[in-house]
């Protein structure tokens, strides 16, 4: 590949060493990709991510030793930059809700299309989010609970009219759009492009969103603007 299109460097976290071997052989016939570490476990994984700094990892959230959303939370704290695809099973839905609050950046179902995991890998190195609607649906749920019991406990018991209190801050019309072009799996830059503002004025909008909305990822954040959970 060409310094402009770099190669994008990928680790593979998963424990069933026939999953593994075929995902690795999928991704080696890639010219814009290359499979640099292969782990069994999470402990694995996150030593593999310190050592080799991947671009993307794989993460299956199911494995010995350390399961894959305690590794997702520990590389994402050390290594910010670098992606984590969690690959899952429809019927997980708490342990990929916990992956979502954890801070992975993308989730497929885990048999998902070969082309769909390969665009997938792809879209993480330019910087967006990716989300199935089958997913989304469930975690969604997760967060409307999440966000009931919440919500009920700021009123409390004895005071039934009282509203919710002031943590739920209402986002202006700017602040409205950038989460809505989130949701639709935009990064930074593409925002930036579309609203004619600089970069990092886009990344200032997006942590003062987090804030008012509680959320702690960009996944979550495109969650409530598809479920219209976002306090107005």
Request: aromatic share 2%.
């Amino acid at each position: 590949m060409s310094a402009n299109h770099p190669v994008i460097r990928v680790v593979i976290a998963e424990d069933q060493a026939q999953v593994r071997r075929g995902a690795a052989h999928l991704l080696s016939l890639e010219a814009d990709m290359e499979v640099v570490g292969q782990a069994s476990n999470g402990v694995e994984a996150v030593e593999l991510a310190q050592v080799l700094r991947p671009d993307v990892i794989l993460m299956d959230l199911h494995m010995p030793v350390k399961g894959g959303v305690a590794a997702t939370r520990e590389i994402i704290q050390l290594l910010p930059d670098t992606q984590i695809l969690v690959l899952t099973t429809l019927d997980d839905d708490e342990t990929v809700f916990e992956a979502v609050r954890a801070g992975a950046h993308a989730y497929l179902l885990k048999d998902a299309a070969e082309d769909e995991l390969l665009e997938t890998i792809r879209a993480l190195k330019r910087g967006e989010s990716r989300l199935t609607p089958q997913i989304a649906r469930k975690v969604m749920d997760q967060f409307r609970r999440l966000s009931g019991a919440a919500q009920a406990k700021a009123v409390g018991p004895d005071d039934p009219g009282a509203p919710a209190g002031k943590d739920e801050e209402v986002l202006n019309d700017k602040e409205e759009k950038i989460l809505q072009l989130i949701s639709e799996g935009m990064s930074n830059r593409q925002i930036a492009e579309a609203m004619f503002l600089a970069e990092g004025t886009i990344k200032n909008y997006v942590s003062r969103i987090m804030e008012k909305l509680h959320a702690n990822t960009r996944i979550a954040l495109a969650l409530m603007s598809r479920g219209k959970a976002h306090p107005r």
